[in-house]
């Protein structure tokens, strides 16, 4: 079998170049450290030689980047996906957000990332992070070498990665895996089970720490409105500071459900969220519970389908059958 | 100076809230975080916070001011409560030169009376680092991590706290806390000034040079080409604008309550495509242009401002935070030139 790695992703993308199939290369370039790769566009071999890099922390989804991408010339750009960027990469496509012939996609296999906020909170400023197998081996500058299984070492979203088969490419470098079922519902069900009580102590500890950073939309691949409405100063909800400690919360609950039967669940607003709030886990919910209300639908599996949330039929469920209210806030 | 040994640690932060609040770093399962001291909250060891020491002087929203409107009445409510004495401990060289930094901006001609208020009651309570991470480099600034600046300077030399008082201020607190503390020859500090200036020495980023930067440089990196590839990833979220101690950009606004109106200020960003909008738009139209005035700001128009001080301490923040690892070092490489090869 094809080992993927760095010199194979540089081969493939430079025949690309030189045949003229492409004129660009969307990935990832290399950092101060082993952990801190940063997006960015290669024109040519040379670059690519000098600065690529693929490895355990490109992790950020470039779904989203075709979108300014692609208008930037006539050429195609290169795009390297992971598993679950491809469905992110249909559901832009679904929402007719980039133009698919300026793209060649070359989805690539995922073993999961690395998680760097993980990996600092067992080490003591990180020199270098290696890994050979199932092992990572952190260089650090007080506690000497400290080895750890890969498997601790995952994101969240990793964990409880939903598939690891393409489902969008113009190649496939490696072979593709299968449809996951990791329990990335089991911490919803956990907040289910909470009382009505519970639950908003829950949220509320959590979104408290929010500092309105924008990140986490500025990242989503399903947040892609020219405009917000929260950056929108005549839109009248444009939201620079919170009036009290529930106002953040309203934010994400509101672009939670802007998103509903558009996220596709890539974890991406929870990778970047400098308070670590599960933003995830919102996401999880509407997820979990459009499967359970109108069957079983993952955004972004194909081109071109439509999410339940915006079909109607007589027999959708009632607001009464689906939530239920209770609890001090009610 | 005057010495506690650790496991006295409690009664020496209880005497100290005893008269005026008290905030130290906690663990959260967010990271080490600011918060008011009660009994038996535990110091971080953490090397900093995930949030800067700003928000003690500059918080993210203020009410400035009401207006209750009552036919063709306005009538204005002076909202500020007189702030009362409160003492911060464990603040890191980096983010006690950031106040020098902000107070440059809120301090001068017109005075920021909210900020001055805040400012001038707090006492600080630096605390020395002993074991700087991979992303430090305010040694690049000339920040001395082992000797901080502050009202009270502290070191944590194994089993005890050694306090030095360096300002009228600290010598007032310090003095109060005279009954448990006792002198010390400050012979066990300057051992650990030692030890911590060669883990300095020995950092990945410790021969970062900001040399070609500075006063007068605007014209040299304004139009450089570099802007482009350095700009093209970020996502203008303004995470690394909110972390960072030194951005200082807040919007005013009007906030309407049925009843009247309230007008606060909240922190702002030029990363913002809403930032200082105006009727004809907002002045830079692109990410580059945003993304070029964070990192001008810092490295040469404060400088060209305030005496040849740059506006960024090194602390790492924006290292650790930015969503696409963009930062301020690999600018610094970038358009550094033969200084940060
Ligand atoms: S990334 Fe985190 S802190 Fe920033 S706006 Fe989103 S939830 Fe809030
Ligand atoms: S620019 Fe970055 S390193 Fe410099 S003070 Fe701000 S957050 Fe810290
Ligand atoms: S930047 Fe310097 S002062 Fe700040 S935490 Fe790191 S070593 Fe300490
Ligand atoms: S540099 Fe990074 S943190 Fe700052 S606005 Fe751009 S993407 Fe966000």
Redesign the interface.
């Known amino acids: 079998m094809q080992e993927i790695n760095r010199a194979a992703l540089i081969k493939r993308a430079s025949e690309l170049l030189s045949d003229g199939t492409a004129d660009r290369v969307l990935g990832w370039k290399a950092g101060e450290f082993d952990y801190d790769v940063t997006p960015a566009v290669f024109h040519s071999v040379e670059e690519l030689e000098k600065d690529f890099v693929w490895g355990d922390f490109c992790g950020a989804n470039f779904s989203k980047y075709l979108i300014k991408e692609t208008q930037k010339g006539d050429g195609k750009v290169i795009v390297f996906l992971k598993p679950c960027d491809t469905y992110s990469f249909n559901q832009l496509l679904t929402e007719h957000r980039f133009d698919r012939e300026k793209v060649y996609a070359i989805g690539i296999p995922c073993d999961g990332m690395l998680d760097i906020t993980k990996i600092k909170s067992m080490a003591d400023g990180v020199l270098s992070v290696k890994s050979e197998g199932d092992e990572v081996e952190i260089e650090t500058l007080y506690d000497g070498v400290i080895k750890e299984k890969r498997e601790n070492l995952l994101p969240d979203r990793c964990v409880h990665c939903k598939s690891k088969k393409h489902v969008s490419y113009d190649e496939l470098m490696g072979e593709d895996g299968e449809v996951l079922d990791s329990g990335r519902f089991d911490e919803v069900e956990q907040i289910e089970k909470m009382t009505p009580d519970e639950r908003f102590a829950f949220w509320q500890g959590e979104l408290s720490r929010c500092i309105r950073c924008n990140a986490c939309r500025d990242v989503c691949p399903a947040c892609t409105c020219e405009k917000c409405v929260f950056d929108n100063p005549d839109s009248g909800v444009e939201n620079k500071a919170a009036a009290n400690s529930f106002e953040d919360s309203m934010f994400h609950i509101i672009r939670a459900f802007h998103v509903a039967g558009r996220c596709t669940d890539c974890g991406e607003c929870s990778r970047v969220c400098p308070q670590h709030i599960p933003l995830h886990l919102l996401n999880r919910k509407f997820i979990k519970d459009i499967n359970s209300f109108y069957g079983e639908y993952q955004a972004g599996e194909t081109i071109g389908s439509r999410a339940p949330t915006v079909n109607y039929s007589q027999d959708d469920i009632e607001p009464s059958e689906a939530v239920e209210r209770g609890g001090d806030n009610a | 100076m005057r010495k506690i040994s650790i496991d006295k640690l409690n009664s020496l932060f209880s005497a100290i809230a005893e008269n005026e609040t008290l905030y130290l770093p906690v663990d959260t399962?967010?990271?080490a975080k600011f918060e008011k001291w009660h009994d038996g909250a535990v110091l971080s060891d953490a090397?900093n916070t995930?949030?800067s020491a700003k928000d003690f002087f500059f918080p993210?929203?203020e009410n400035l001011m009401d207006f209750k409107v009552d036919g063709k009445n306005i009538e204005i409510i002076d909202t500020r409560e007189e702030c009362e004495d409160f003492v911060i401990f464990g603040v890191r060289a980096c983010d006690v030169k950031s106040f020098e930094i902000l107070d440059r901006v809120f301090l001068a001609e017109p005075v920021d009376s909210y900020y001055k208020n805040r400012r001038e009651h707090g006492v600080i309570m630096s605390l020395a680092c002993t074991?700087?991470?991979?992303t430090c480099f305010c040694g690049t600034f000339g920040i001395d991590a082992s000797s901080p600046e502050g009202d009270i300077v502290c070191h944590m030399t194994g089993d005890a706290l050694c306090m030095d008082a360096k300002t009228e201020k600290g010598k007032a607190l310090l003095s109060r806390l005279d009954s448990l503390t006792e002198e010390t020859d400050g012979k066990a500090v300057e051992e650990q000034k030692k030890v911590t200036k060669e883990?300095l020495a020995k950092?990945?980023?410790a021969s970062l040079s900001a040399d070609s930067f500075g006063a007068g440089k605007t014209e040299k990196f304004f139009g450089a080409p570099e802007w482009k590839?350095l700009s093209?990833?970020c996502?203008?979220?303004?995470?690394c604008t909110?972390?960072c101690p030194t951005c200082q950009c807040y919007?005013i606004?009007d906030?309407n309550t049925g009843h009247g109106v309230k007008r606060?200020?909240?922190?702002?960003s030029c990363m913002?495509?809403?930032f200082t909008?105006m009727s004809a738009g907002q002045p830079r139209l692109t990410q580059l242009e945003r993304f070029r005035q964070r990192f001008m700001h810092k490295l040469v128009y404060y400088p060209t401002n305030n005496g040849g001080l740059f506006s960024c301490v090194g602390c790492g923040r924006c290292?650790?935070?930015c969503?696409?690892?963009?930062?301020i070092?690999?600018v610094m490489?970038k358009l550094g030139g033969k200084e940060n090869d």
Request: with cysteine.
């Open positions: 399962k967010a990271g090397l995930v949030r993210q929203t074991k700087p991470h991979e883990r950092l990945p980023l590839e093209q990833a996502l203008g979220c303004g995470t909110f972390v919007d606004k906030f606060f200020r909240c922190w702002d913002y495509s809403d909008k290292l650790s935070k969503p696409i690892q963009m930062n070092v690999k490489k």
